[in-house]
């Protein structure tokens, strides 16, 4: 194999496809990056056998072939050279790169052990701009369980029912739903790993141009300009959300804004995360939110006007999880519906914007 290429063209690809290599793997070809040259092009490919990310450069392919180049040490070695002409000759399993008076040999894997998935059809499909896509993706993400025991809770919950896609993320303690108009092929459903959805965030960008999710029996499978994300899905039953999220009615809500609850609670964490628990205390009486935060080393309490509908009520909620869903709203208002003290409470938009988040309080401190 041989070919020329831009230096920063290829930097650039690689970074793009390094974010699939396996840290620390038992089969070292998912360490490495593959390099096919091809007519007028390279492909570079990497997969941790979990998450595949594949993307294409220009180049003037003199001798077609490919090979796999153990990819941090390709990567960082790239991250050295400037946008200088590049050379690349492989021959025997070995690489040589060339650019200015200078070159780089590199000891590469067979590219046959490279395994990549095959007959990846595009079953079901939907389709919405990439910016919807990203928004659905920020907004509920940080909602996912990190526990090994509960697989199919590390991961969003994509449902496509009436030309909306409803994602949902839940980790036990809290929950996260947001909903967008899409076009798509059929009704279905399929829960995406989180870190395949926090890969994908990274191609998408606030162009208003449409995105296709394509879904799969095994595989969920992406294409953003010239360069394809394919994930597998997570098998299993998700969580039935709606039975989490059903109530009869509320006894307390209150609409406050946004930005001074943010900051309040922003306030009252810096005492509060001194302890384990992180835990806050919210009062609602008399159209006024209290928030009161104590630790072994002191106590802060914040008053905010709001608009109460109700009876008054006392909650105490970890900090953490009010404010990982405030950052992520962008409206002026939110509305919270409190049910009583010991039930999880909501905190939704005070406009048609379709979102939901859904917390449990935590046992009440003094």
Not at 21 to 34: D, H, L, Q, W, Y
Not at 56 to 67: H, R
């Amino acid at each position: 194999m041989k070919f020329y290429c831009n230096g920063i063209d290829l930097y650039d690809a690689v970074l793009k496809v390094i974010k699939a290599v396996a840290v620390k793997s038992t089969n070292p070809i998912f360490e490495g990056i593959k390099m096919k040259a091809e007519e007028d092009l390279l492909t570079l490919t990497a997969t941790d056998g979990e998450l595949l990310i594949e993307t294409t450069i220009p180049a003037d392919v003199k001798i077609e072939g490919e090979t796999v180049v153990p990819g941090k040490l390709f990567s960082d070695f790239l991250r050295k050279l400037s946008g200088e002409q590049i050379e690349i000759n492989v021959d025997k399993g070995i690489m040589k790169l060339t650019y200015s008076d200078s070159e780089g040999v590199f000891q590469c894997f067979n590219s046959e052990d490279f395994v990549e998935p095959k007959n990846v059809d595009n079953f079901e499909w939907f389709e919405l701009e990439r910016k919807d896509l990203r928004d659905l993706i920020n907004k509920t993400i940080f909602s996912i369980s990190n526990d090994d025991t509960r697989p199919t809770l590390k991961g969003c919950l994509f449902e496509i029912n009436e030309n909306k896609v409803t994602v949902v993320a839940i980790d036990g303690f809290r929950m996260a739903m947001y909903k967008k108009p899409v076009n798509c092929s059929a009704e279905f459903s399929v829960i995406i790993p989180g870190k395949s959805l926090n890969e994908i965030t990274k191609f998408l960008d606030d162009k208003n141009q449409k995105v296709k999710v394509n879904v799969q029996r095994n595989y969920i499978l992406i294409e953003i300009d010239n360069t394809k994300i394919l994930s597998k899905r997570l098998d299993g039953e998700f969580i039935n959300y709606r039975n989490v999220i059903a109530n009869n009615g509320y006894q307390t809500k209150i609409t406050v804004s946004k930005s001074q609850l943010e900051d309040a609670i922003e306030r009252a964490s810096l005492m509060s995360r001194q302890e384990k628990n992180n835990a806050i205390k919210l009062n609602v009486s008399n159209n006024c939110l209290t928030i009161k935060s104590a630790s072994n080393v002191g106590n802060i309490k914040e008053n905010i006007t709001c608009s109460m509908e109700g009876k008054d009520i006392d909650i105490s909620v970890n900090a953490k999880y009010i404010l990982e869903c405030l950052r992520v709203i962008s409206e002026e208002f939110v509305v919270i519906n409190f049910i009583s003290s010991i039930a999880p409470f909501t905190i939704s938009s005070t406009t048609k914007e379709e979102y939901l988040y859904l917390i449990l309080p935590m046992r009440s401190f003094e």
